[in-house]
């Protein structure tokens, strides 16, 4: 056990050695280095807390990959450390693998303390300590490393370090951060976005509507040498030819070209959505173009074309070029590195970081101040998710805006807003689409993805007073969103 002359030597070892210390990572590494050689644990990281935000960032870990490290932002009330922060009193977890609310960012944690760093009632961190064996820190031993995070508390604020840190973090802002996640699938994407995202290479991003294919994109352009040039996207989904034809490589307007987005785009790079549905002669004429590099443009012939090229996917086109309906040409050169980005139900413990950063935005946006419950929390972590992050985004939203209570249960998130003992029978408008939804004689899956489509774009217009701002919540142009309406057999007689 630590005795109090071992914490008094330690903190003026610390006060000491941090002025010879040239930065503020080695600073707080040596800080965490002597708090666990002090209680003889075997791991453990400092986080320093977002006051506005409300979350906690790790600053300084041992036994962490260095990939966990950056993306754990683990916000207050969530896990072991978050509990701790919010309520300001150690949490200590004597087997981590009984206690169903943990996050385990080290595979050989057993048991965890978790001790706030509070000042004049506010919390600036949490100080971990982690053994690899159960029940490792006894009474005593936790008595003495509370005694030693107030004193460290006070070291932390006197030297500024705890805003040096802070400071440091929002400094080193990282976009591939930008897609949030510590789960396994999601560090091993983030991971690979830095392997090749400084290089030229084609990528193909493969994932499903609403998984965050052009989030990817956008982190690999920005990882790259042309993160100050162009970034620029097209969607292949739901635009005519003749549209698709001139977004990509232009088209004349009278006697005036108008240079399409690849000619846009030169010099940086540019994303294709919906890759799979961009038509045949189109696709010929696109190969033609890359093989050559030369820029789609008449009034320019021989100019070199400088494009990197960033596509997505939602189904494995493999299947598309063994039915001759995608070219096997264009795939190989447009898929040099494939990227999956993996659904939100095959990544559920992400679902509570991501709910309360989206629930941080529309408090904010909204000038709301609403919170969720633990059932709340729950719920959302069940649900399918069938439409991704996208879907858990509408979601969080809607629950801002619409429910009266300012801490959201499970039956927040839908419409209506009631409790299940106090909800009232399906309304006619409920039951139509519950009816609409119900496979037909006709199991065509395009049907179906016609019939979703069109009530997700009724839906946009409930929420929306425009086109545009019907197209934004839907994410896709304006002119996708009216060739949609025009040619959905179910919008028919649909008045937007």
Request: hydrophobic share 40%; glycine share 6%; charged share 25%.
């Amino acid at each position: 056990m630590a005795a109090k002359q071992d914490i008094s030597v330690t903190l003026r070892k610390i006060q000491k050695e941090i002025h010879n210390l040239p930065n503020i990572t080695d600073r707080l590494n040596f800080i965490l280095e002597a708090s666990l050689t002090l209680f003889g644990a075997s791991t453990g990281s400092i986080s320093i807390a977002d006051q506005e935000e409300k979350v906690l960032t790790i600053v300084a870990a041992k036994g962490m990959d260095s990939e966990k490290k950056i993306a754990a932002k683990l916000p207050f009330k969530l896990g072991v450390t978050g509990r701790a922060a919010s309520s300001k009193e150690i949490v200590y977890v004597p087997d981590v693998i009984l206690d169903k609310e943990y996050i385990k960012l080290i595979e050989t944690v057993r048991s965890e303390l978790a001790i706030p760093l509070v000042i004049r009632d506010s919390t600036v961190g949490v100080l971990n300590l982690e053994s690899d064996k159960v029940n490792f820190f006894s009474p005593d031993i936790i008595n003495q490393a509370s005694l030693f995070a107030s004193q460290l508390t006070i070291v932390l604020l006197e030297e500024r370090i705890a805003k040096e840190a802070v400071e440091k973090s929002k400094r080193d802002k990282d976009v591939v951060e930008e897609i949030l996640g510590y789960d396994p699938s999601i560090l091993f994407l983030k991971n690979r976005i830095r392997q090749v995202g400084p290089s030229d290479t084609s990528i193909m991003i493969i994932g499903e509507e609403g998984a965050g294919k052009k989030l990817v994109a956008k982190a690999l352009h920005f990882v790259s040498q042309r993160k100050s040039q162009p970034f620029l996207t097209v969607d292949c989904s739901g635009l005519s030819y003749e549209l698709l034809e001139a977004e990509l490589f232009g088209a004349y307007s009278g006697k005036i070209f108008s240079p399409g987005k690849l000619e846009q785009a030169n010099g940086g790079s540019l994303y294709i959505e919906s890759i799979g549905d961009l038509p045949n002669p189109l696709q010929d004429k696109f190969f033609q173009i890359l093989r050559n590099r030369e820029i789609p443009n008449p009034k320019r012939p021989g100019e070199i074309l400088n494009v990197r090229m960033f596509t997505g996917s939602k189904r494995d086109l493999l299947d598309d070029i063994q039915k001759e309906t995608f070219s096997m040409d264009l795939y190989y050169r447009l898929a040099e590195v494939p990227l999956r980005v993996p659904p939100l139900r095959e990544r559920r413990g992400d679902i509570p970081l991501l709910a309360h950063h989206y629930l941080y935005l529309f408090n904010k946006q909204y000038g709301r101040d609403k919170s969720f419950s633990a059932k709340a929390l729950e719920s959302l972590a069940t649900m399918p998710w069938s439409g991704n992050v996208r879907q858990l985004i509408s979601v969080i939203q809607y629950a801002v805006l619409v429910p009266t209570e300012n801490v959201l249960e499970p039956y927040s998130f839908t419409q209506g807003g009631k409790p299940d003992s106090e909800s009232n029978p399906k309304s006619e408008a409920d039951q139509l689409t519950a009816n609409f939804l119900v496979p037909s004689e006709n199991l065509s899956l395009n049907v179906a993805i016609e019939k979703l489509e069109a009530i997700w774009i009724r839906e946009a217009f409930k929420r929306a007073s425009t086109q545009e701002e019907a197209a934004k919540l839907l994410e896709i142009s304006r002119g996708s969103l009216q060739y949609k309406i025009k040619n959905n057999q179910f919008l028919k007689g649909f008045n937007s």
